[in-house]
């Protein structure tokens, strides 16, 4: 990459940022560019015949130990030397990578030797024991960092001497270019707030009461809503969690990140994030998730300086930890994210929100749950029809436990929030990455389709700076919370965001205007009456004032076509398709979607490809068949 580049990847550091005051000074290096990538042939020096380098990630330890996180890396077998190029960095540049040991498998005595050298010239040695009676705390990566005076071409190597034939497989993990920051703690004030974000990950918005669902789901955040600005029509970006909740974070569209659309669900470190940005402005960052895909090993961890991870943990396990951090953090401005998951498949509620909700555990469901049912229903033909319908319909009553439950817990979590002496001084904005189907159009779960029961999201902000009581019935994508969160801290927005925030008129208009784009990257369609189903591959939709296109650029079912228009105004649900009456607005709809994919491809960054690893987590929570 060229240098200029990368400096102009790294130009927020030096501009923009709240007025400084008296805190602390923080210091840290944030990733510019990965040299993680699929190792070429030509730049394999030696390797084992059936070993050569590969991109993986790599658990260190078996155990809980610290580190032992799983870590993308290129993966190794001693003995093996390979290369890759470092471009000419910028000024102050340094090189992070870490070096360890696979303990799964090897049951030897011995050490490894980790060797690199830059330009010709050594750069480090390093042995550690890869002994099978380790301590667990040694089991760990061990992290080295570099100051780059110059780029060139990087060798490295592993060399294994120990008692077993065969070595253990090693890696060498972070590998990027990152550069130094330096800021000033914030004191939290009305004039600069602290920012909390709230992804609930599944959520559609016409469960909630304040989005008009008769059933009261969600008093806390009707409250937020009735005390602040509510969007009538807010889009996520994908209809899936990495590609919806990465939009989020970059405010970038689906197609211009690239994840879950280009085989990648890796959030480059080219890419600005807003845990990134707000770690440079002096903010204390941290970010508590129980979504198993918004992980360090997806670098969805990168600009928090706390970050934690509890899959499928329910919203009151989450809790605790994040009140005792809020307690932690005294006056100085924070950045919170919080991503709770209780609104998602496996469909289990506690019992004291079923019962608010006035659901009775039905045991017929206990063991196989709704989405399993009509899976099965629909690929094996299993069971009945009317069975099928009583699981979605049992589905959807649970589901909204879920969101009842969620909302408990973060009322108290923001009353948690206002006797810390924040309920002056921190916006408060409340999101998801998606929404859930219950047979609305023939299938469940998520990942399908793009209609409103996937697409259209709650979005609520509420804090000082926020118009209070107010509703916005405009169009907008939920990805455009990042400059509005950024402008409501006081730091500049990247150009790669876009400039249009939500606060003002003049840039609804525009974003009125270009109109609301979303993407998935398998779309399905499905008739359940008759147990039809066909994947259609990626599919994209584009709102435009009232109306809603969907189509599928690639392929259509046999004797379905499937380019769809809809009028909203009189039919929100989007059930009677109006494409064939409009000839002329489809083909400026698809032309508009056609020059955005366009432009998409041109900006987005290089990505990671995705690891097996990240396949069968993905398998395992029904987003991949067994063939993919």
């Known amino acids: 990459m060229p240098r200029a580049l990368l400096l102009l990847l790294f130009l927020p550091l030096a501009c923009g940022g709240p007025p400084q005051s008296d805190g602390a000074v923080v210091e840290g290096y944030q990733g510019v560019f990965s040299l993680l990538r699929p190792v070429q042939e030509n730049q394999v020096r030696r390797a084992p015949k059936k070993y050569p380098p590969k991109l993986h990630h790599m658990r260190t330890g078996e155990g809980d130990a610290a580190d032992h996180e799983s870590l993308p890396c290129i993966q190794v077998r001693p003995p093996t030397t390979f290369s890759l190029e470092i471009p000419p960095p910028p000024q102050g540049a340094v090189l992070e990578l870490a070096i360890g040991i696979r303990r799964n498998g090897y049951r030897g005595r011995g050490k490894v030797t980790f060797r690199g050298t830059l330009a010709g010239a050594p750069l480090f040695e390093e042995s550690l024991d890869c002994s099978e009676d380790l301590p667990p705390e040694e089991q760990r990566w061990h992290r080295l960092q570099f100051p780059l005076q110059a780029g060139g ?19 060498f993990g972070q590998l990027r270019v990152s550069m130094p920051f330096r800021a000033r703690r914030q004191r939290a004030s009305r004039e600069r707030p602290n920012i909390m974000l709230v992804v609930i990950d599944t959520l559609r918005a016409d469960r909630l009461s304040c989005y008009g669902y008769p059933k009261k789901t969600s008093p806390n955040l009707d409250q937020l809503a009735e005390e602040g600005l509510l969007f009538e029509r807010a889009i996520c970006s994908s209809s899936w969690t990495i590609p919806g909740t990465a939009s989020i974070l970059t405010g970038l569209t689906a197609p211009e990140h690239g994840l879950g659309i280009a085989d990648s669900n890796y959030l480059s470190d080219r890419l600005e994030t807003l845990p990134r940005l707000f770690a440079r402005a002096g903010f204390v960052t941290a970010g508590f998730t129980a979504n198993p895909l918004i992980d360090g090993s997806r670098n969805f961890d990168q600009g928090f300086e706390t970050f934690h991870n509890w899959p499928w943990a329910q919203a009151p396990r989450m809790a605790a930890p994040v009140e005792k951090w809020i307690a932690s953090v005294g006056d100085d401005r924070f950045f919170l994210y919080l991503h709770l998951t209780d609104p998602h498949a496996p469909y289990i509620a506690s019992p004291e929100a079923l019962a ?88 469940v779960g998520h990942f399908n389709q793009l209609y409103p029961e996937t697409n259209h999201v709650p979005l609520i902000l509420w804090g000082p700076g926020i118009p209070r009581g107010k509703r916005v019935a405009t169009p907008v994508g939920n990805r455009r919370l990042a400059p509005t969160l950024l402008e409501l801290g ?32 398998k779309g399905h369609w499905g ?54 009456e409009n000839p002329e607005r489809v083909k400026a709809m698809r032309a508009a979607i056609d020059a955005w994919l366009e432009r998409s491809a041109k900006v987005r960054p290089s990505l990671l490809p995705t690891t097996e690893e990240t396949r069968n987590l993905l398998r395992s929570i029904g987003y991949l068949g067994e063939d993919e």
């Open 153 to 171: 071409e990087l060798v490295l190597s592993a060399d294994y001497g120990g008692t077993l034939k065969n070595a253990p497989i090693v890696g």
């Open 356 to 443: 608010r909700q006035g659901v009775t555990p039905q045991e017929e469901f206990a063991k196989e749950q709704p989405t399993a049912v009509v899976v099965s229903w629909y690929k094996e033909g299993k069971g009945d029809l009317a069975r099928a319908k009583r699981a979605a319909a049992y589905g959807s009553e649970v589901y909204n436990a879920e969101i009842d439950l969620c909302d408990h817990t973060l009322g108290l979590i923001f009353d948690r929030l206002k006797a810390a002496g924040h309920g002056e001084d921190t916006v408060i904005c409340v999101t998801a990455d998606h929404g859930e189907e219950f047979l609305d159009h023939q299938l």
């Open 490 to 521: 006081g730091i500049s927005v990247p150009r790669s965001m876009g400039r249009e925030t939500l606060l003002s008129n003049a840039d609804l208009q525009h974003i009125a205007a270009a109109g609301v784009f979303g993407a998935a990257d």
């Open 527 to 580: 008739s359940f009456e008759t147990r039809e189903w066909f994947d259609l591959g990626p599919m994209y939709t584009m709102i435009d004032g009232p109306w809603q296109l969907i189509t599928c650029t690639e392929s259509d079912p046999p004797g379905h076509g499937y380019t769809e228009l809809y009028d909203l105004r009189e039919d929100p649900h989007c059930h009677s398709d109006l494409a064939a």
